[in-house]
């Protein structure tokens, strides 16, 4: 097997709940770390014998709460990573953090075991709001967190949640720009969205919570891209915006439609064709590693159709689109087959599909993927027919 793979390390556990985390019965006191730390490494090397032909260009540690994981646990994974994979030149390493002095103080170790970039977890810039979305930490434990990424990492990320109940595009802005004023490489901005089982549903059902209008929360998307292409981030996927060239290589592998092998509770991974999932109860994903050697629970290969769709979805989100040949090497299937030569026609007309022969949206098309997947898929299922 030949190509290039992403390595995700899911952590499953967390020290406290938050509203809209679906692993809220993942939260522990303490973790016996030896016992995890050769569990992970097993499962490892499980993934690592099926692609190990592969080039590994970026291992992200995200959870859960990883960065309360022991930085000997990375430093351990890490090596045995680049020593079962090809390594790309200066490999990606993530560290996926939230901003408590805890986690921060173990910042310098995790450095020194190898993670070289810090995806932080801010979510606002405001005590409040930060309250409101259940978050641990206050804004002055934020920002400390932030100045102690940035003198350890050489490259530091952080997310923002915007259309938040009761803000307003003139706040939002005021906002972005002291988040901008910080200079990280990397800035993520999400829309705050309402999903069922969640605190932030509850409360909207029962008309607690009222989220801007559609026409304010557009009006916080473009603030977002002009704001960030003048301070030297454009865009380049719906959410994210970066430095040219600092953009996150393991989240493009996944919006390129990329191999990533998935290892640790709950994890998901897609190789060869195969989606896996991983054990989700972390005790049973132990109790599975010890007996076999991995934590797999299913291994089901993905056919034509739903990789074409899911390759669709994740392409429509990056700036520079989906290119033909790339799309048709990871699914099989030609880009005019299943993009609908009319539905392209009519949405280039309608200003929200560029044209040419590469798939990429408009500005205008760009919040509106979903709906523009579904316009361009109406074929999906015949060409498949037709592949076979």
């Known amino acids: 097997m030949s190509g290039d793979i992403a390595l995700y390390v899911h952590w499953p556990f967390c020290v406290t ?21 050769d569990a992970l490494l097993a499962d490892l090397r499980h993934e690592a014998a099926l692609t190990g ?26 090596a045995e990573a680049l020593r079962l994979w090809p390594a790309a030149a200066d490999p990606e390493i993530t560290l996926e953090a939230n901003p408590s002095s805890v986690e ?60 938040r109940p009761g803000q307003t595009s003139v706040e939002w802005e005021t906002e972005l720009a002291r988040a901008l004023s910080f200079g990280t490489e990397h800035l993520s901005a999400y829309q705050l969205t309402i999903e069922p089982g969640t605190r932030f549903h509850t409360l909207a059902a029962k008309g607690l919570l009222t989220l801007p209008d559609e026409e304010e929360a557009a009006t916080m998307f473009d603030l977002t891209g002009e704001l960030c292409a003048a301070a030297g981030l454009p865009l380049y996927e719906i959410s994210n915006h970066a430095r040219p060239g600092a953009e996150s290589r393991h989240n493009l592998q996944y919006w390129t439609y990329g191999d990533y092998a998935g290892i640790g509770p709950g994890a998901h991974g897609r190789r060869g064709g195969l989606a896996t999932t991983r054990i989700r109860r ?10 076999r050697g991995h934590g797999l629970e299913a291994e089901e290969a993905i056919d034509r159709s739903a990789a074409a769709e899911e390759a669709l979805l994740m392409g429509l989100r990056l700036v520079r689109g989906i290119e033909p040949a790339h799309f048709e090497a990871r699914t099989g299937l030609p880009l005019d087959s299943v993009a609908e030569p009319q539905a392209r026609a009519r949405l280039q007309a309608m200003g929200l599909l560029e044209p040419g022969l590469r798939l ?19 074929g999906l299922e015949s060409a498949a027919g037709h592949a076979k």
């Open 104 to 163: 921060a103080a173990r910042f310098a170790d995790f450095a020194a075991a190898g993670v070289n970039r810090v995806s932080l977890g801010l979510q606002a810039l405001d005590d409040a709001a930060l309250k409101l979305l259940g978050r641990p930490h206050d804004l002055a434990q934020g920002l400390a967190a932030l100045d102690t990424a940035q003198a350890h990492f050489p490259r530091v990320s952080f997310d923002l949640i915007h259309t």
């Open 53 to 78: 032909g592969q080039k590994l260009v970026s291992i992200f540690f995200g959870g859960g709460t990883p960065s309360l994981m022991e930085p000997a646990t990375a430093e351990a994974l890490i």
């Open 360 to 378: 990429r949206t408009t500005e205008a098309g760009r919040p509106l993927t979903n709906r523009l997947l579904v316009e361009l898929v109406s």
């Open 282 to 291: 972390p005790e049973s994903w132990l109790e599975a590693v010890s007996a």
């Open 17 to 37: 709940k938050c509203p809209y985390c679906d692993f809220n019965s993942h939260v522990r006191e303490r973790v016996d770390q030896s016992r995890w730390r």
